[in-house]
T-cell receptor, first 116, second 111 residues
Framework: AQSVTQPDIHITVSEGASLELRCNYS??????LFWYVQSPGQGLQLLLK??????LVQGIKGFEAEFKRSQSSFNLRKPSVHWSDAAEYFC??????????????FGKGTHLIIQP | DTAVSQTPKYLVTQMGNDKSIKCEQN?????MYWYKQDSKKFLKIMFS???????INETVPNRFSPKSPDKAHLNLHINSLELGDSAVYFC??????????FGSGTQLSVL
C-alpha cells in the first residue's frame, strides 16, 4: 500500500523568504503525486501534480515541485512567500490498480505560518 | 457552477441520531470519493465509487453507508452518530487517475 510522509508538522517562514516543504512517498510503481493547499475553513485546492515527464513541475501561485525518484521525494518550493500563503499543505500519492484509481493517500500535512 | 457541491456545510446533531450528507458533481467524472478529516487535519479515504459501484471501502464502521443513485451523486448516510464521528467530511470526484476535485466540506459536530 502507498504512504506519504511529511516530516514537518509546522513551518514558520518570514514573508518574502523562500520556502521548501518536504514530502516522501512510498509506492511500488511510478507514482502520481500531488500537492494540495487548504486555507482555514476551506476545501482543498490543487497546487500541482506530477504524472510523468519533466521532474520539475510548475503549479499555481508561484509554486513548483521536484520529483526525485532516487530519494522518493516530491518537495514543494516557492522562491518568495506571501502572507496569503499561510495554510495547510498536503502531499498526496494516487494509487491505481486494475480496477482504476484507488484514490489519494495523503500525508499528515504541514502547517505553514508566515511571519511579517 | 460549483464542480463538486456537498450539503449541508455544517451539521450539528445529537448522539444516536441518523444523518445524511449529499454530494453532487457536474464534471461528468466516473469516480467519486468520501474523505474524513479529523481534528488533527489528517485526511483519510473512506469510500470510492466508480460508475455507481463500490471500489474502496476502508476500515469504516458499518454505521456509515454510501449510496450512489447515479454516477453524479454520492451520498453518505450515518446511523447512530457517535462523538468520535465529529469531523469534516469531504466529497471528491475524479476521472480515472487524474486529479481529484474536492467539495468544500461538511463540518459534522456530534454533541
Amino acid at each position: 500500500a502507498q504512504s506519504v510522509t511529511q516530516p514537518d508538522i509546522h513551518i514558520t517562514v518570514s514573508e518574502g523568504a523562500s520556502l521548501e516543504l518536504r514530502c516522501n512517498y512510498s509506492y511500488g510503481a511510478t507514482p502520481y503525486l500531488f500537492w494540495y493547499v487548504q486555507s482555514p475553513g476551506q476545501g482543498l485546492q490543487l497546487l500541482l501534480k506530477y504524472f510523468s515527464g519533466d521532474t520539475l513541475v510548475q503549479g499555481i501561485k508561484g509554486f513548483e515541485a521536484e520529483f526525485k525518484r532516487s530519494q522518493s521525494s516530491f518537495n514543494l518550493r516557492k522562491p518568495s512567500v506571501h502572507w496569503s500563503d499561510a495554510a495547510e499543505y498536503f502531499c498526496a500519492v494516487m494509487g491505481y490498480s486494475g480496477g482504476g484509481a484507488d484514490g489519494l493517500t495523503f500525508g499528515k500535512g504541514t502547517h505553514l505560518i508566515i511571519q511579517p | 457552477d460549483t464542480a463538486v457541491s456537498q450539503t449541508p456545510k455544517y451539521l450539528v446533531t445529537q448522539m444516536g441520531n441518523d444523518k445524511s450528507i449529499k454530494c453532487e458533481q457536474n464534471l461528468g467524472h466516473d469516480t467519486m470519493y468520501w474523505y474524513k478529516q479529523d481534528s488533527k487535519k489528517f485526511l483519510k479515504i473512506m469510500f470510492s465509487y466508480n460508475n455507481k459501484e463500490l471500489i474502496i471501502n476502508e476500515t469504516v464502521p458499518n454505521r456509515f453507508s454510501p449510496k450512489s443513485p447515479d454516477k453524479a451523486h454520492l451520498n453518505l448516510h450515518i446511523n447512530s452518530l457517535e462523538l468520535g464521528d465529529s469531523a469534516v467530511y469531504f466529497c471528491a470526484s475524479s476521472q480515472g487517475a487524474e486529479k481529484l476535485f474536492f467539495g468544500s466540506g461538511t463540518q459534522l459536530s456530534v454533541l
